[in-house]
């Protein structure tokens, strides 16, 4: 390789450092925060429950501060996070996704997989040589589950088993539709279940050619029991982490791990993710103190004070604003509505019940002169 092209790459790095060394100056970390601190310091694993604008984000960057030139791993759940944080954090401290570190850990032939196109469900339903499916609804009405349906659950079956820290997979891998009756829910399940291990054999397979998903290449991570090569890790969005992926941390014996979430902002429970904020026996700190909140409030006044002061200098500005405001409001209004009525040339508004000739003797008693 090039030497310029190595001696160019270190650019980055060193943005990175200026980037690390302003935050290290301008940031004051809350009483909650340095709680945190404190305690990733004294303890082994722990659980920050973060709220809503609470400082989850700076919180990790102050704590790898602390660490100091210990490795650290930061575990986003996209690669957008996991870039913004690597911007972020000291030079020392690798910024990853969980499928990143899967990604890595496979051999090129599953990688070039990564790309093909799936199966069809219901071609994958017919290679098994698998027909429609008759169930009793919670009506009692009698329906078909179509080939299509049939392959989707297959699929669908062996994902949830691979976010599972399963080993292998059960029966509660499979989704039935709620219109199935529950008392026989069990039966498509049963006889559903060897094929869901049948293609979970084909895709893990060393010499397999077909497509793979990003569940399939999370759990050969995690039946590879991959050491990731860190003294802590700090594990992001923690509420939306599923089995797989905890299973991969358990076996981190030996780094410190701390997990971070919001129980209150799951939004992947559909797709098999588990609270771990729920789960995990670890001390617990908490962040409660919204920075969002006071932003916005100080915000919010700013921008009422600003409009109101631009406001009253608009009025002040307007011809005969001063003598509008001093006037009295039972004057003003008498006088606004003379001043519609007089657009129409001295006819009477649509929306008035006067006659024309009631028109002046109003703006006469106003002091305004004739109507005309």
Known sequence: MDHAKISGSTSPVASAHEVWDRMKRSFIPTAEQR?????ALRVGDLKVKAFAGAGKTSTPQLVAEHFGHRRGMYLAFNREIAASAARRFPPQVGA?????????????????RMSLRGEPPHELA????????EVRTVTGNAVEIALFEIGRMIVEGRDRFCRSADVQPAAQHIVVDD??????AAQPRAYLLPYIGRLWEEGAAARATSAISPDVLLKLLAFSELRIEADYILFDEAQDSDGVMLSVLGRQRHAQIIYLGDPYQQIYEWRGAINAMAQIDAPECALTESFRLATRSLRSRAVCSHCSVNARRSLDRAPSARSWWKTPRWRRRSAY?????????????RHSTRTRAEIPQQSER???GDAG
């Not at 990853?96 to 070039?112: G, I």
């Not at 017919?126 to 499916?133: S, T």
């Not at 509505?337 to 508004?349: D, L």
């Open 366 to 368: 106003c002091g305004r």
């Open 126 to 133: 017919a290679r098994f040589g698998l027909g429609p499916l």
């Open 179 to 184: 219109k199935i009756d529950e008392a026989v």
């Open 337 to 349: 509505s003379t001043q519609i009525e007089q657009q129409y040339h001295g006819k009477a508004s």
């Open 96 to 112: 990853r996704t969980m499928h990143s570190l899967a990604w890595a850990s496979v051999s090129p032939s599953a990688r070039n």
């Open 35 to 39: 709680a945190v601190i404190e305690e």
